[in-house]
């Protein structure tokens, strides 16, 4: 009997290794549950606000297939759910899945981006040049979530706090800090225009934003 539940649990009946990961997290919405939870654990209405297409009962049913798979756990008393190590591990997977979506046509950055997503992207979307000489650490504000982002060795380090504690702090929704990040706009423009709103070294939040670009690699 056992087997046979587990074989009707099965999206796809083959032995390849890419099949068993899918028949894990294949289902829609199954990743970008994983993608809220990367940087912290969340409340379910929380993860919920980072995905708006999704209703309460398909978020429900995701949350227990990835518990059953071993990717998410779910802290009862706390009402929180959190990756595992084998959860965080698909964070390679995220930023590959990005990188590629950089090569194909017909990206609508105007769609809805959940913060999550956004820290995501720009650990993809880090420009390749010299190491700075001190360690920068940048502050993002959506309100809802805050992060702080550091570089080091090349790579961007995205942490989840409750206040960001940087030099610069940058304040706005997903698609309009996409905008102050991604765009050709200069910062001053944008807080002057309400688009975002900064509180520290302007000139220094100009200078890290200007490490990313929105293309695919060379």
């Given at each position: 009997?056992?087997?046979?539940?587990?074989?009707?649990?099965?999206?796809?009946?083959?032995?390849?290794?890419?099949?068993?990961?899918?028949?894990?997290?294949?289902?829609?919405?199954?990743?970008?549950?994983?993608r809220e939870l990367m940087f912290?654990?969340?409340?379910?209405?929380?993860?919920?606000?980072?995905?708006?297409?999704?209703?309460?009962?398909?978020?429900?049913s995701r949350l227990a297939q990835?518990?059953?798979?071993?990717?998410?756990?779910?802290?009862?008393?706390?009402?929180?759910?959190?990756?595992?190590?084998?959860?965080?591990?698909?964070?390679?997977?995220?930023?590959?899945?990005?990188?590629?979506?950089?090569?194909?046509?017909?990206?609508?950055?105007?769609?809805?981006?959940?913060?999550?997503?956004?820290?995501?992207?720009?650990?993809?979307?880090?420009?390749?040049?010299?190491?700075?000489?001190?360690?920068?650490?940048?502050?993002?504000?959506?309100?809802?979530?805050?992060?702080?982002?550091?570089?080091?060795?090349?790579?961007?380090?995205?942490?989840?706090?409750?206040?960001?504690?940087?030099?610069?702090?940058?304040?706005?929704?997903?698609?309009?800090?996409?905008?102050?990040?991604?765009?050709?706009?200069?910062?001053?423009?944008?807080?002057?225009?309400?688009?975002?709103?900064?509180?520290?070294?302007i000139a220094a939040a100009q200078?890290?934003?200007?490490?990313?670009?929105?293309?695919?690699?060379?």
């Amino acid at each position: 009997m056992t087997k046979k539940i587990e074989a009707a649990r099965l999206r796809y009946d083959e032995g390849c290794l890419a099949v068993h990961a899918l028949n894990q997290i294949g289902d829609r919405w199954a990743l970008l549950v994983v993608r809220e939870l990367m940087f912290t654990p969340k409340r379910f209405q929380m993860i919920r606000a980072g995905m708006p297409g999704i209703t309460a009962g398909v978020l429900t049913s995701r949350l227990a297939q990835l518990q059953e798979a071993g990717v998410v756990s779910h802290d009862v008393r706390l009402s929180v759910y959190a990756l595992t190590p084998v959860g965080h591990g698909l964070l390679p997977v995220l930023e590959a899945l990005c990188r590629w979506a950089l090569t194909i046509p017909g990206h609508d950055p105007s769609r809805f981006i959940s913060p999550t997503a956004l820290m995501i992207s720009m650990g993809v979307n880090l420009q390749p040049g010299p190491a700075p000489d001190r360690p920068e650490v940048a502050g993002f504000d959506f309100g809802r979530e805050a992060f702080e982002a550091s570089l080091a060795d090349g790579r961007l380090l995205v942490r989840a706090v409750s206040q960001p504690d940087a030099p610069f702090v940058l304040k706005a929704d997903g698609n309009a800090m996409a905008v102050a990040v991604y765009g050709t706009a200069p910062l001053s423009l944008l807080i002057a225009k309400g688009v975002i709103g900064a509180q520290g070294d302007i000139a220094a939040a100009q200078a890290f934003v200007d490490l990313f670009r929105l293309q695919p690699a060379a």
